[in-house]
């Protein structure tokens, strides 16, 4: 990713790069902006073309999620599916699995 090398390689994957959403992207996010309240995305399971996280934040915006995926699957040139499906709502998750078309 051009510009962002510091914080993930070059050759990083749509895939690869959603595996890293807490553990790289929000950590940097949060140097810029400390107050931010972030939601979180735990990594379920990962496999050729395919990776399912957990969401979970009281906004609910788990479509801006969505949109946020699309958009980068775009960027990548990488065709996906993406599925949502919500598995708890107190406190508020959902299941979002990301598959290569």
């Not at 990776?51 to 009281?58: E, G, R």
């Not at 999620?65 to 990548?76: T, V």
């Amino acid at each position: 990713m051009e510009g962002h090398k510091h914080i993930v390689s070059a050759d990083v994957t749509l895939f690869e790069l959603l595996a890293q959403l807490d553990s790289k992207i929000h950590v940097e996010v949060l140097k810029l902006y400390p107050n931010a309240t972030l939601p979180t995305f735990s990594i379920l399971n990962v496999g050729p073309g395919m990776i399912q996280m957990l969401y979970q934040s009281p906004r609910q915006l788990e479509t801006l999620a969505s949109g946020l995926i699309q958009g980068g699957a775009e960027y990548f040139n990488t065709k996906v599916d993406v599925d949502m499906v919500i598995v708890q709502t107190d406190p508020y998750k959902v299941k979002i699995t990301v598959k290569q078309a």
